[in-house]
């Protein structure tokens, strides 16, 4: 009866997020693809194209956010890493390969549109972290999805909000703590065995559970601290790590990016078999690893959102947006370069054949593939993935603990705050130990799903709200 259960659970996740229900296509992309979508495109016309047209004031307004000094508990620069610390991780290296190997090329043109209209979402959602976000008892500011809910809704909505919080709270265990130290520590120990030496990987979860202990018991001030300087950090030293390989490379990027454009709307063969099939595989996976990687709509971002110095909602509404496009059109976008355009011998078929492009192979799966290309892009490049997995996972597990802690704040009073950062630090150990996160991969599909609906019908029922603030002259 158990495993009757869990295939039913996993037939549902699969449902949900791509549309299938076994060996049945009953939908061309799952129902979320169509929620956040749809949420994207109705906020980008009643935004009247806003992130399009403020997209370079959102970046100085947020370079000028260093020094806040208005309410709030860590700038809006220091808000944004938080959000930052989140969207930029396992994503960014093993979804962007997945796009391609389920999706072919077109699949990152996709993930571009997804991008470009979560873009959207997320000023709809640091608005309204701002709009209706509360100051405690402990003299800090709480807000995000289930603030909005409440104080926005309507106490009659407190469902909704308990609803985001546990799924926001089983996401954050699985997905932003036990599946990310697992990740690291395995990126170690395969390092320290291709080297011949014997890792233990306990060993390693201990130090990994130390760090981020040291980080999260100061708060969101601490993490906030640390994000503001680690985040943009790790992000430029990736960018321009894969700008070096694009510069050795420099000849084929025109190439790639034609490929991207043409294999979107099933012009070009390598896609692989019909057209019409393939640009629905291109679609499916880019919009899929899209929102994963900058998780514009789910909810997780504005709560990083609500703690920023400042009192302009609108302000900080287009700051959050400018996170979507550091993530996806700017970090996915290289790793998707360097992989399309580095060539080599690699391994296909259960190794009776070679093949050209990382992405081709089928012994290569999600962060392997990244880590191939840059291994053949620049001498030593295996090693910058290893590094940048690592400081992805890290940033990721400070940044939803503090989502974490806000939820389960919510939900037991926030004196319930400082003993949950102590369970989750053994949860980062416990996610070391674990052998097969395959378990852990389909909670996260669902908790994810509780995150997102939530969220979706409360920044849609409160639409009017985010377009009166947005033409607001006091905001401006």
């Not at 018991?217 to 985040?231: E, Y």
């Not at 790590?241 to 510069?247: D, F, H, S």
């Not at 997102?452 to 920044?459: K, T, Y």
């Amino acid at each position: 009866m158990l495993t009757a259960g869990i295939e039913w659970l996993s037939a549902f996740a699969e449902f949900i997020w791509g549309g299938e229900w076994g060996d049945r296509r009953l939908l061309p992309v799952g129902i979320i693809t169509f929620a956040l979508v749809g949420a994207g495109l109705y906020f980008m016309v009643g935004l009247r194209f806003r992130p399009f047209r403020r997209l370079g004031p959102a970046f100085a307004a947020l370079w000028r956010g260093r020094y806040s000094q208005e309410a709030g508990e860590i700038t809006p620069w220091q808000a944004v890493s938080t959000a930052l610390s989140g969207q930029v991780g396992t994503g960014n290296l093993a979804g962007v390969a997945t796009a391609l190997t389920l999706g072919g090329p077109g699949a990152i043109f996709w993930m571009w549109v997804t991008a470009l209209i979560g873009m959207a979402t997320a000023f709809a959602e640091g608005s309204l972290a701002i709009r209706f976000r509360e100051k405690h008892p402990d003299d800090q500011y709480h807000g995000g999805p289930m603030y909005y809910i409440r104080n926005g809704l309507g106490a009659s909505w407190h469902w909704l909000a308990v609803l985001f919080c546990l799924g926001t709270l089983i996401s954050a265990i699985v997905t932003g703590n036990m599946i990310q130290a697992n990740s690291a520590v395995q990126s170690v120990v395969e390092a320290g065995s291709s080297l011949g030496v014997t890792v233990p990987g306990w060993s390693v979860g201990l130090l990994l559970s130390a760090l981020v202990f040291l980080v999260i018991i100061g708060g969101i001030r601490a993490i906030g601290a640390v994000a503001g300087k680690l985040v943009p950090f790790m992000a430029l030293a990736y960018v321009l790590a894969a700008a070096v390989v694009l510069a050795v490379h420099y000849a084929a990027i025109g190439d790639a990016l034609l490929l991207i454009i043409r294999a979107a709307f099933g012009l070009e063969q390598a896609v692989g078999g019909i057209a019409g099939y393939g640009v629905l595989a291109a679609i499916r996976a880019g919009v899929a690893r899209g929102l994963f990687s900058n998780e514009a709509g789910q909810g997780s971002v504005p709560i990083a959102h609500a703690a920023a110095r400042t009192n302009n909602p609108v302000r900080q509404g287009e700051i959050a947006m400018v996170g979507v496009f550091i993530d996806t059109i700017i970090v996915c976008t290289m790793t998707a370069l360097v992989i399309l355009i580095v060539p080599g011998q690699f391994l296909s078929m259960g190794g009776t054949e070679t093949v050209t492009y990382a992405w081709q192979s089928t012994d290569l799966h999600a962060s392997a593939i990244t880590t191939a290309a840059f291994a053949q892009g620049i001498p030593g490049g295996q090693w910058i993935v290893l590094a940048a997995q690592l400081l992805f996972a890290f940033t990721t597990l400070i940044g939803w603990a503090y989502y974490a802690e806000q939820a389960i704040g919510y939900l037991f009073g926030d004196r319930s705050a400082v003993p949950f950062r102590y369970v989750w630090v053994v949860f980062v150990f416990l996610g070391t130990l674990v052998l097969d996160v395959t378990g852990l991969w389909l909670l996260g599909d669902l908790s994810n799903a509780a995150m997102l609906f939530p969220n979706l019908i409360a920044i849609l029922a409160l639409s009017g709200v985010v377009f009166a603030m947005a033409k607001d002259s006091r905001y401006a």
